[in-house]
């Protein structure tokens, strides 16, 4: 210390000295000289490189929103309302989300569920309530379903169900199923039950309009006789 320092050198100075950066000697190392002057500094980026960069990332971005995008629509889609068959429960008009894995190795179809289709020999999808499960016995009297011989307990209807006389046994792939306005909808009392391969998915969520958004009520849990 005394070679580099003299003994008459404040204490401050060496701190000072000491604390400076790069620190005494450091110079001799040029290894760690990024500066300009020194030849080894990083080269700037071009205008082109940067460009490319930028439409690297534009790409990559439209992409895994393309398949995002895909991979809801495989799973979710959309149905508008037509007719009024599913009154008071749903309207003309309303926007549905329709969950088509639903029924794809994580269940089947349950009693109330509200399920879109197409079937009987139409083009169009038709959407319906489930009444009636595989293997069921159901009858139209008194207006009202009976299913098994018990009274089917239907709180979303606000009307009865008109069809007496009307009797079918289920096979082990059929449902039957009806609209909510029993008065005015063409559905298994007129078409006969409906196959398991011919339902798309179960409908989940009323998305439209903003102010009737809401889940659709889930009707399995309901009583089967009154």
Same mark, same amino acid.
């Given at each position: ?5 003299? %003994? ?116 169009? @999808? ?31 209807? @606000? ?7 009307? @009797? ?16 005015? %909808?063409? @559905? ?39």
């Amino acid at each position: 210390m005394s070679d580099r320092y003299p %003994s008459s050198t404040p204490v401050p100075a060496l701190e000072r000295d000491a604390m400076a950066w790069p620190p005494s000697g450091w110079e001799e190392n040029t290894a760690w000289d990024w500066s300009p002057e020194a030849g080894n500094a990083p080269a700037p980026r071009s205008a082109g490189g940067a460009r490319r960069g930028l439409w690297r990332e534009v790409l990559e971005t439209a992409l895994l929103t393309l398949v995002i995008s895909l991979g809801i629509h495989a799973v979710v889609q959309s149905r508008q309302v037509e007719g009024s068959s599913m009154e008071p429960t749903l309207h003309t008009g309303e926007r549905l989300l329709i969950n088509k894995f639903a029924y794809l190795g994580f269940g089947e179809p349950q009693r109330g569920d509200i399920v879109v289709f197409r079937a009987w020999g139409q083009e169009e @999808d038709f959407i319906k309530r489930v009444v009636g499960l595989p293997g069921d016995h159901i009858e139209v009297r008194d207006d009202s379903i009976y299913v098994n011989e018990a009274r089917l307990a239907e709180p979303y209807l @606000d009307q009865p169900t008109a069809g007496a006389g009307r @009797d079918v046994q289920l096979a082990v792939d059929e449902y039957y199923v009806l609209g909510d306005n029993r008065g005015n %909808s063409s @559905d298994s009392r007129l078409f006969g039950a409906l196959e398991r391969g011919e339902i798309v998915g179960k409908a989940l969520v009323r998305y439209w309009p903003l102010d009737e958004a809401r889940w659709l009520a889930d009707m399995t849990p309901y009583a089967m006789a009154r």
